[in-house]
C-alpha cells in the first residue's frame, strides 16, 4: 500500500493528514470550511484515496493560510506515498463535466512542479469559500507533490460546479495517474530511469 503521514503545524495551522493511494475513497475531512470538505471528499471518492485531514487554522482571519497549507500537506503526502513512482501510468487526463460546467484537466506525475490553471469563476464566495483559494490549492499541491497540471475550464456560469468539476477532474486524473501499468510495473516511466 502506497500510504503517508504529514503533520505540519506552524503559527497559522495546524494539519494533520493521511494518504493512502491504494485506498477506496473513503475520507474523514474536517477542514475548517464546509464547502472545502465537500471539495476534499470528493476529491478522495473520485480518486479512490482513503483520506484524512485534520486542520486547526487561523480562520478568524479567513480560510486562505488553511487551504494553501492543506495542499502542501497534500502534495508532501502524495510524493512521499508514491516513493520512486515504479510502475505508474504518469500521464492522465480528463474532461469532466459537472451539469453545464467542463472541466478540462492534465496531469504528469514528473517530478517538476508546474500549475497552469485558467478558470473564469463568476462568484468570489462559494457558502464562506473565496474562491479564489481554489488556484492557492493547486499551486500549493503541485509545488509539494512535484506534478504538472493543467487545469482549464471549457465551460461553466455557476462557480460550484465550476469548482467541483475542477476537484473531480484532478482526482479522476490523479487515480488514473497513479494507477499501476501492469505491462510496466517493474519500470520508472522515464527515460531517465528516474522521476
Ligand atoms: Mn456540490
Not at 487551504?67 to 474532461?95: M, P, S, W
Not at 485558467?118 to 500549493?140: H, I, K, Q
Amino acid at each position: 500500500m502506497r500510504t503517508s503521514t504529514v503533520n505540519r503545524k506552524t503559527s497559522e495551522t495546524d494539519i494533520s493528514l493521511t494518504i493512502n493511494i491504494d485506498g477506496s475513497g473513503k475520507s474523514e475531512i474536517r477542514t475548517g470550511n464546509g464547502f472545502f470538505d465537500h471539495m476534499l471528499v470528493l476529491l478522495a471518492r473520485h480518486a479512490r484515496f482513503d483520506l484524512n485531514v485534520n486542520c486547526i487554522g487561523d480562520i478568524g482571519v479567513d480560510f486562505h493560510h488553511s487551504a494553501e497549507d492543506i495542499g502542501i500537506c497534500l502534495g508532501q503526502a502524495f510524493k512521499n506515498a508514491l516513493g520512486d513512482k515504479r510502475g505508474v501510468t504518469r500521464y492522465a487526463h480528463t474532461v469532466l463535466p459537472m451539469d453545464e460546467a467542463l472541466i478540462l484537466a492534465a496531469v504528469d506525475i514528473s517530478g517538476r512542479s508546474h500549475l497552469t490553471c485558467e478558470l473564469s469563476l463568476p462568484s468570489p464566495r462559494v457558502g464562506s469559500f473565496d474562491t479564489e483559494l481554489c488556484e492557492e490549492f493547486l499551486g500549493a499541491f503541485v509545488s509539494n507533490a512535484a506534478v504538472t497540471l493543467h487545469v482549464r475550464q471549457l465551460s461553466g456560469k455557476n462557480t460550484h460546479h465550476i469548482i467541483e468539476g475542477v476537484f473531480k477532474a484532478l482526482a479522476r486524473c490523479l487515480r488514473a495517474a497513479c494507477t499501476v501499468d501492469q505491462a510496466a510495473a517493474d519500470d520508472i516511466p522515464s527515460t531517465k530511469g528516474m522521476l
